[in-house]
Structures are given as structure tokens and as C-alpha cells.
């Protein structure tokens, strides 16, 4: 049984999950519109993660007998000054969420949810991933920003991501 507290965040973080899907995919619009299909691509690809990431809440709460809840999200940005600009807002977008995994497993600490602290554990991970590979694309895109060569060699590097996710 989920304490009605930590049901109604969970099923604020499932809208969070897919809010983010919806931002990644309209980065991948705005790359698709610079004529990078390869950057397009790999936010395309993290859009579909984040979906997974809301639906693996999803299925907690329904194993949980809890009732899932879905709400709307506002419409993404859509303008971004320039491709440095799009990675700087990939790492600020992570670390918010981060700090929302941080406040439900307080929660969860907080009411002695053992269960869905062990749950929460595979995000607080993979927020350290996401981190870690925001920082990465942000030194990636610095330095070539302003080649077109290394441009090119880096959207056909993103040109090639799948999904990684288990
Ligand atoms: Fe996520
Ligand atoms: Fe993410």
C-alpha cells in the first residue's frame, strides 16, 4: 500500500519524466531544423528514455495497487542560441530532475517507504549518469562548435546512438 503522500509524487514525477521527453523532443526538432540529423537523433533517442523512465514509475504504482494519475505539460521551448546553448539547457534540465529524485526519496525517507527507496535507487543512478553525460555532450559540443569538421564527426557519432537503456 503507497502512502497517499508518495503516490501523488510519484505520480507527479511520471509528468516530469514524460515533460522531459517532450523537451528533448523538440531539441531533436530544432537540430532537425539546423540541418543536423545526427544530433536530432540522439535527443530523439533520450526523449524515448525518458518516456521509459515515467512508465517504469507507472508500473510501480500499479504493482503498488495505487492509482496512476496523468496530467498535461506545457509546451516546450523551441528556441535555443545556438547548439552550446541546447547542451548548457540538457544539464541544468538533469540536475533539476536529480534534485526531484533527491526530494521523493526524502519523502520516501521520510515515511519509511523501504520498498519505494529501494525503487528509487535505480533513478538516483541514473541521475548520476545523466549528469555525467550531460557534462560530456556540453565539453563535446564546445569544442567543436566551431569547426565543421568536427561538427560533422560528431553528428555522425550521434548519428549512430540506439537506446541504452536495460
Ligand atoms: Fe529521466
Ligand atoms: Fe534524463
Do not use: C
Request: no cysteine; aromatic share 10%; glycine share 4%.
Amino acid at each position: 500500500m503507497l502512502d497517499k503522500r508518495m503516490e501523488e509524487a510519484l505520480n507527479k514525477q511520471i509528468n516530469a519524466e514524460l515533460a522531459s521527453g517532450y523537451l528533448y523532443l523538440s531539441m531533436a526538432t530544432y537540430f532537425e531544423d539546423e540541418d543536423l540529423p545526427g544530433f536530432a537523433n540522439s535527443l530523439r533517442v533520450h526523449a524515448e528514455e525518458e518516456l521509459e523512465h515515467g512508465m517504469k514509475i507507472y508500473d510501480y504504482i500499479i504493482r503498488k495497487n495505487g492509482s496512476v494519475v496523468l496530467e498535461g505539460f506545457e509546451t516546450p521551448e523551441r528556441q535555443w542560441d545556438g547548439i552550446v546553448a541546447v547542451y548548457e539547457a540538457i544539464l541544468e534540465h538533469e540536475e533539476l530532475v536529480t534534485s526531484l529524485i533527491n526530494d521523493l526519496m526524502d519523502l520516501a525517507e521520510e515515511l519509511n517507504d523501504h520498498a519505494t527507496i529501494q525503487f528509487l535507487l535505480w533513478f538516483v543512478e541514473e541521475q548520476v549518469e545523466e549528469e555525467e553525460l550531460a557534462h560530456e555532450d556540453l565539453r563535446k559540443v564546445r569544442m567543436a562548435v566551431d569547426s565543421r569538421h568536427l561538427l560533422y564527426e560528431l553528428d555522425k557519432e550521434y548519428g549512430s546512438l540506439t537506446s541504452n537503456e536495460e
